[in-house]
């Protein structure tokens, strides 16, 4: 079935690291694909997205390319701040459905 | 910037009890959704609803569910006879269209099953 494979965490980086969060997804048909944040207390927030391969999202200084070669939506970020500790979550919705299909979530702490 | 909020932020409840989730959507927004994250597990897809009425629906989204709008404004989803799997993290979320338009995502409600 349709699903999404997120990388496990926690993960912790030093400020100002290289981040990486890899994403794969199955799914028939052409998903679109997105990245949501979720900061504690708050709700998921939409980060970015590409709706079509090849596409690439960006936002904040994070990016994805979406890769139908690979199946896959990885996450990256040149430099990152302690601001962006959070839960990320990897997504995709199928053309012509609503609902969105998560991956289990990846923990982000950096630290100064 | 227009938020979604929900209510209770956490709820305690015995097993076979009624609950009744509440969220207000971001006025304007036409697609309605609830999901759910049981604690450690992926946040699950429960329910879409549209023009008044379920769209797509999971497979967990059984007879004890149920969502409404009741006065145009909140949307309720209620649990009939809460059972201890049920204990997740349930978000409410909308969107102005489907598909690949972005949803916006209340705080959720943590709802605890004893």
């Known amino acids: 079935g349709d699903s999404v494979t997120q990388m496990e965490g926690p993960v912790t980086l030093s400020e100002e690291a290289f981040l990486t969060i890899n994403c794969t997804y199955t799914?028939?048909?052409?998903?679109?694909l997105f990245w949501y944040v979720q900061y504690p207390g708050e709700g998921l927030q939409l980060l970015l997205k590409?709706?079509?391969?090849?596409d690439k999202g960006s936002n904040k200084g994070f990016e994805a390319t979406y890769r139908k070669e690979t199946t896959s939506f990885h996450l990256e970020k040149g430099s990152v701040q302690v601001s962006d500790s959070a839960v990320y979550f990897c997504?995709?919705?199928?053309?012509?459905?609503?609902?969105?299909?998560f991956g289990t979530g990846t923990r982000l702490t950096v630290i100064p | 910037e227009p938020e979604v909020t929900q209510t209770p932020s956490h709820q305690v409840t015995q097993m076979g009890q009624e609950v009744i989730l509440r969220c207000v959507p971001i006025?304007?927004?036409?697609?309605f959704y609830w999901y759910r994250q049981i604690l450690g597990q992926k946040v699950e897809f429960l329910v879409s609803?549209?023009?008044?009425?379920?769209?797509?629906k999971s497979e967990i989204f059984d007879d004890q569910f149920s969502v409404e709008r009741p006065d145009g404004s909140n949307f309720t989803l209620k649990i009939r006879s809460t059972k201890l799997e049920d204990s997740a993290m349930y978000f409410c979320?909308?969107?102005?269209?489907?598909?690949?338009?972005?949803?916006?995502f209340g705080p959720g409600t943590r709802l605890l099953v004893l």
């Open positions: 006025s304007n927004h036409l697609y």
């Open positions: 979320a909308n969107s102005w269209g489907g598909a690949t338009e972005t949803q916006y």
């Open positions: 799914a028939t048909g052409y998903p679109s």
């Open positions: 997504a995709l919705s199928l053309t012509g459905a609503n609902n969105l299909f």
């Open positions: 590409a709706t079509k391969a090849d």
């Open positions: 609803f549209y023009n008044n009425e379920i769209s797509e």
